[in-house]
Structures are given as C-alpha cells and as structure tokens.
C-alpha cells in the first residue's frame, strides 16, 4: 500500500533555531497539508498546498512558517525560529486530488521537541 | 464549515458491535461524512466516507439519515487493537477540502 514518508521521526532543537521537516508524499498525489497535534489537544490543520503555491493556510500558519515543494517529491515544513509553543506532533497528508469525497493519507508524523 | 459533535470517550468489550453517533447539524449539500482513526503517536488512518444512506468496507459500516445531520459508525465485533479516537468530520467540498478534527471519540475496548 502507498505511503507518505516523514522524517525524521523526532527533532529536539533548541527556542530560536530552524527546524525543517520533511514529508514524501504519495507519488502521483497533487494536494499536500501540514498538520499539527499538541499533546493531549486535537490535530490542526495547518496549510494547504496544489499546483506549487499554498491554497490555504490557518492562523497557526504565521510567518515564521513556510512550505516548499523543491524538487517534485519533498515537501517540507520550515519553522525558521521554534519556539517552545511549536512543541508538537507534525503530520504531513496527501490526497490525489481535489473533491470532498477523496480519502487523505497521513504520514507517521514528526515529533519536534523544542527545549 | 460544518461543526461536528460526538462523543468524549465509549467503552467496549473485546467481540462487541460498537456504535459511534455524531451529529452534523449544518452540514451543507457538498459535504461528506468521514471517520479517521487515530492510535497514540500515529498519524490519522482513513476508515470510511459517505454522503448518504449505508455505506459498509470491510472495516465499518457508516449510517446516514436522509436529513444527513447525524452518521453513526459502526464497528463490528471489536478487538483490543481497536482503542483508538475516531474522528468524525465533515469535509467541505470547496477547493482545498482542508480535514478540520474535532476532538474525537475515544474508544477503549477491553478484554
């Protein structure tokens, strides 16, 4: 069965650094999303991206945030300076195209820890 | 976007029909009804969609009135690697069908 890839698995790094996680999504999927579950709290959705720009991104979604898709394969989530709030679960999903009805796949996530 | 409602927490027995009630009231004409399942430390997995009517695979079945403001879930004989939260959600059929989660229901099934 395909799968979306995330790595690495855990990321500690210290308030203030940049963290970059990474995300393989399905191969022939079109729409990416990043995700974000606190411990204890609900999964949040946090931006949306199609056709290389974001379509959609929450309030969470702030400048320090960005999402790149380099190279056709990678899609990855740019924190540029963590702080301890950013603590959390980070799910990258993919879908194969647009419409209500389409079934969404999730990575494994990544657990950034931000000491 | 529609709100959804459903249980905190269920409790079951291992071999159990369990049955999940969530309710939609505004959800609009393109919405569909979908269930994740989510086990601790893991991302959300897809279990089943639908829009109307009994929608059954071979994991769950899913339970739409015609009015389409309340899906019930329905998990046949369940196991103890069935403790998990299941979400329910409504999708918006708009353009980048973004999944918002409520707080889920979590199941515990023991043995």
């Known amino acids: 069965e395909p799968e979306v890839t995330q790595t690495p698995s855990h990321q500690v790094t210290q308030m203030g650094q940049e963290v970059i996680l990474r995300c393989v999504p399905i191969s022939n999927h079109l729409y990416f999303y990043w995700y974000r579950q606190i411990l204890g709290q609900k999964v949040e959705f946090l931006v949306s991206f199609y056709n290389n720009e974001i379509s959609e991104k929450s309030e969470i979604f702030d400048d320090q945030f960005s999402v790149e898709r380099p190279d056709g394969s990678n899609f990855t989530l740019k924190i540029r300076s963590t702080k301890l709030e950013d603590s959390a679960m980070y799910f990258c999903?993919?879908?194969?195209?647009?419409?209500?009805?389409?079934?969404?796949?999730f990575g494994q996530g990544t657990r950034l820890t931000v000491v | 976007l529609a709100k959804t409602t459903q249980p905190i927490s269920m409790d079951s027995y291992e071999g159990q029909e369990v049955n999940i009630t969530c309710s939609h009231n505004?959800?609009?004409?393109?919405?569909?009804i979908t269930w994740y399942q989510q086990f601790p430390s893991q991302g959300p997995r897809f279990i089943i969609q639908?829009?109307?009517t009994k929608v059954t695979n071979e994991v769950a079945s899913l339970f739409i009135p015609a009015d389409r403001k309340s899906s019930t879930l329905s998990l046949p004989r369940v196991s103890l690697s069935d403790t998990a939260v299941y979400y329910c959600l409504v999708v918006y059929g708009g353009a980048t069908n973004k999944l918002i989660f409520g707080t889920g229901t979590l199941l515990a099934v023991q043995p």
């Open positions: 505004n959800i609009a004409t393109n919405d569909y």
């Open positions: 999903a993919s879908r194969s195209r647009g419409g209500a009805n389409t079934e969404a796949f």
């Open positions: 639908g829009y109307k």
